[in-house]
């Protein structure tokens, strides 16, 4: 069979993307261990109020975790509880959140958090406040007539 010089470096060429692109998945998933994010975590969404850790909405110490504060959020047609929060700068803190009615947003202005909270669903994210100051919690997903007053303040305390 012959091949054209351009079909052979065409063909050489897409294997070697081929071989570039499941190593790179590869080391990525096997060595590295990431994972695509998961919504296993689940929750009747009737009883949110009387199930752990949304029957006490806040800030949390918690020992023995990679994360220092356990910050928790419940949110409802057209607030977030707690409506403020201190959170001490610099410590890692995993926020646990979700909703009780539809489907709410997640965003706090000036950081790179930005989640969807979805009825039935757990949304989690780890992360750490290193800058102190005031951020503003907002819904980013429209849910009704009060959602454009939709906020809770996060204040980050040195
Ligand atoms: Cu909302």
């Known amino acids: 069979m012959h091949l054209h010089k351009f079909e052979k470096i065409w063909l050489i060429f897409g294997v070697g993307m081929l071989i570039v692109f499941l190593s790179t998945v590869g080391v990525s998933a096997f060595y590295l261990g990431n994972q695509p994010p998961s919504c296993l975590a689940t929750i009747d969404p009737e009883k949110v109020d009387e199930t752990a850790p949304f029957n006490k909405p806040g800030l949390k110490k918690v020992e023995g975790k990679d994360w220092d504060y356990e910050l928790v959020f419940v949110a409802s047609a057209f607030n977030y509880n707690p409506g403020q929060v201190q959170v001490p700068k610099g410590a890692k803190v995993k926020v646990i959140a979700t909703t ?3 489907v709410h947003g997640f965003e706090i202005a000036g950081t790179n958090i930005n989640m969807m909270l979805e ?40």
């Open 100 to 102: 009780k009615d539809v």
């Open 119 to 158: 009825p039935g669903y757990i949304s989690e994210i780890v992360t750490t406040f290193d800058k102190a100051g005031e951020y503003t919690l907002v819904c980013n997903e429209y849910c009704g007539v009060g959602h454009h007053m939709m906020t809770s303040k996060i204040e980050v305390v040195e």
